[in-house]
C-alpha cells in the first residue's frame, strides 16, 4: 500500500514538471489594447489575460477577485502607467505575487492637457513601436531563451504599424485647414491630434470620471457653432448622450464612432491595435474631408 502510493506521488510529480516545463509564460496585460500588443509580441510563447477587456473603461474600472488571481499568478505584467490605471498600483500590491512588472510607456514623451500627463499614449502610433519595444524588451528579461523570437516578432510588427502611421501621415497631409477639428466625448486623441495635425475638441477631459460644466459645454457648443468646421464622434467606451446633444444643438452631424480607450468585441470592426488604428482613421478622413 505504501509502495503504491508514494508511486502514485512520485507519478503526478513527474506529471506536473514535464507540464510546467512546456507551460507557457502567463502574462497579464491592464487594458485590451495593451493585450492586443502583447500577443503580436509573444506569439505561442505566452498565454495574455487582459483585465479591462473590449468596449470598457479603463479610467472608472474596479478590478475583480479573478483580476487578483490572475495578477497573483502572472510571471510578467503590463501596464500602460501616465496615470492612466488608477486601481492597478492596488491591484498588484493586494493581490501578491512574484509578477515583474513593466510600464509600456517608458520613454514616451507625455502630452500635458491643462496641466495634468494625457495617459492615451497609444493614440499615436509612433509612441507604440515605442511600447511594442518595451513589450520585447521585458519580456526578453523573464524569459531570454525565446529572446530572439520575442525581437522578431516586435521588429515584424513595429514595419506594420509605420507602413498604417505614412499612409495616415499622406491622407491627413491633404486635408485643407479648415476641414481638422473633431469633436469627442473625452479627450483621448492627444497624441492622435498632434501626430497629423488635426484639432479635437471635447466637452469632458482625459478622464472620463469628470462631467463638464452647462458653461464649458455651452462654450464649446458656441465655439462650433461660430466656426461651423467639426467632425462629431461619438466613443466606444463612453456614452453618445453628450454627443448627440452637441449635434443637435450644431447641427452638426456625428461622423461615426472611434475607438478610444479599448478594442471593440469579436466581431467588431476594432479587434486588435492595428485594426483599431485603421477604423479611427479612415472614419477620420471619411468625415473631414470636403464634399466635393
Ligand atoms: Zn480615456
Known amino acids: 500500500m505504501k509502495g503504491f502510493l508514494s508511486g502514485l506521488v512520485l507519478f503526478a510529480l513527474t506529471v506536473t514538471s514535464s507540464i510546467a516545463a512546456a507551460d507557457p509564460i502567463k502574462v497579464v496585460a491592464s487594458f485590451s489594447i495593451l493585450g492586443d500588443m502583447v500577443r503580436q509580441v509573444t506569439g505561442d510563447h505566452a498565454t495574455v489575460t487582459t483585465i479591462v477587456g473590449p468596449d470598457a473603461d479603463a479610467h472608472v474600472y474596479q478590478p475583480s477577485t479573478g483580476d487578483a488571481v490572475a495578477v497573483a499568478g502572472a510571471d510578467v505584467i503590463f501596464v ?144 462650433l457653432k461660430k466656426t461651423g468646421a467639426g467632425a462629431l464622434f461619438v466613443e466606444n467606451i463612453t456614452s453618445p448622450v453628450l454627443v448627440e446633444q452637441i449635434s443637435r444643438e450644431t447641427g452638426l452631424k456625428i461622423g461615426g464612432r472611434l475607438f478610444s480607450d479599448a478594442l471593440s468585441e469579436k466581431g467588431g470592426p476594432a479587434t486588435s491595435y492595428v485594426a ?16 466635393s
Open 276 to 291: 483599431m488604428f485603421e477604423h479611427n482613421l479612415e472614419a477620420l478622413i471619411t468625415a473631414l474631408k470636403p464634399e
Open 80 to 223: 500602460n502607467g501616465l496615470g492612466f490605471e488608477t486601481w492597478s498600483d492596488a491591484l498588484i500590491e493586494n493581490a501578491g505575487g512574484n509578477g515583474e512588472v513593466f510600464v509600456a510607456t517608458e520613454g514616451v514623451t507625455p502630452l500635458r492637457v491643462e496641466g495634468e500627463i494625457d495617459p492615451h499614449a497609444w493614440n499615436a502610433l509612433t509612441n507604440g513601436v515605442i511600447y511594442v519595444n518595451n513589450i520585447a524588451a521585458g519580456m526578453a528579461k523573464v524569459d531570454p531563451e525565446n529572446a530572439g523570437d520575442y525581437r522578431a516578432n516586435a521588429d515584424a510588427y513595429i514595419a506594420k504599424l509605420r507602413k498604417v502611421h505614412d499612409n495616415a501621415k499622406k491622407a491627413f497631409s491633404a486635408l485643407p485647414k479648415n476641414r481638422r477639428t473633431v469633436v469627442t466625448a473625452h479627450d483621448a486623441f492627444g497624441y492622435l491630434a498632434q501626430a497629423y495635425g488635426l484639432d479635437f475638441l471635447a466637452p469632458v477631459g482625459i478622464d472620463t470620471e469628470a462631467e463638464p460644466s452647462a458653461k464649458e459645454l455651452a462654450g464649446l457648443i458656441a465655439h
